[in-house]
T-cell receptor
Framework: DAKTTQPPSMDCAEGRAANLPCNHS???????VYWYRQIHSQGPQYIIH???NNETNEMASLIITEDRKSSTLILPHATLRDTAVYYC???????????FGTGTRLKVLA | DTAVSQTPKYLVTQMGNDKSIKCEQN?????MYWYKQDSKKFLKIMFS???????INETVPNRFSPKSPDKAHLNLHINSLELGDSAVYFC??????????????FGDGTRLSIL
């Protein structure tokens, strides 16, 4: 079973920030949080990952709570091309494998 | 240049046949993976190889056999194909194997349809 829970769907207006939440209450101290997205049926695309500090790259920002039990992916200015399924993943200790959940289907509206 | 490339992109075949899917990465990564995404869109890890050594082998029928001739290639051979094998198969690679040595880079998938 996935170690994360996400809302099944969200809408966001084009040009606005999209804030996608993720709960990972059973995360262990050395486990990273990863975010990917899948546009249509293409291969998942890596977005960002972090351990405990907030992270930012050219695609998004990742905010991780101090207790590390939840995180938020922020797309600062959503465009129509950001419409996709977004997956929050915590890789399992030991095997470091990804267990994908059902993700959040983000729809960016014009 | 495509980082992770899979061939073929589409594969339509009869039940009972044997088929192979090939994957190549030009990123210089040490670790490669096979995932299966079924019709309900659940994406599941099947296998992983690190430096040509099998490190993840999920509960997959032994009709599925991965082979890694070198670090840049991971092929998937499927014997006696069944209707339930219809899915999209994704190959991925990562720099290494460990808590922070990912992220993984995915190919565009191979869409397998069994008639």
């Amino acid at each position: 079973d996935a170690k994360t829970t996400q809302p099944p769907s969200m809408d966001c207006a084009e040009g606005r920030a999209a804030n996608l939440p993720c709960n990972h209450s059973t995360i262990s101290g050395n486990e990273y949080v990863y975010w990917y997205r899948q546009i249509h049926s293409q291969g998942p695309q890596y977005i960002i990952h972090g351990l405990k500090n907030n992270e930012t790259n050219e695609m998004a920002s990742l905010i991780i709570t101090e207790d590390r039990k939840s995180s938020t992916l922020i797309l600062p200015h959503a465009t129509l091309r950001d419409t996709a399924v977004y997956y929050c993943i915590v890789s399992t200790s030991g095997t470091y494998k990804y267990i994908f959940g059902t993700g959040t289907r983000l729809k960016v509206l014009a | 240049d495509t980082a992770v490339s899979q061939t073929p992109k589409y594969l339509v075949t009869q039940m009972g046949n044997d088929k192979s899917i090939k994957c190549e990465q030009n990123l210089g990564h040490d670790t490669m993976y096979w995932y299966k995404q079924d019709s309900k869109k659940f994406l599941k890890i099947m296998f992983s190889y690190n430096n040509k050594e099998l490190i993840i082998n999920e509960t997959v029928p032994n009709r599925f056999s991965p082979k890694s001739p070198d670090k840049a290639h991971l092929n998937l051979h499927i014997n006696s194909l069944e209707l339930g094998d219809s899915a999209v198969y994704f190959c991925a690679s990562s720099q290494g194997w460990g808590p922070s040595n990912q992220p993984q880079h995915f190919g565009d998938g191979t869409r397998l349809s069994i008639l």
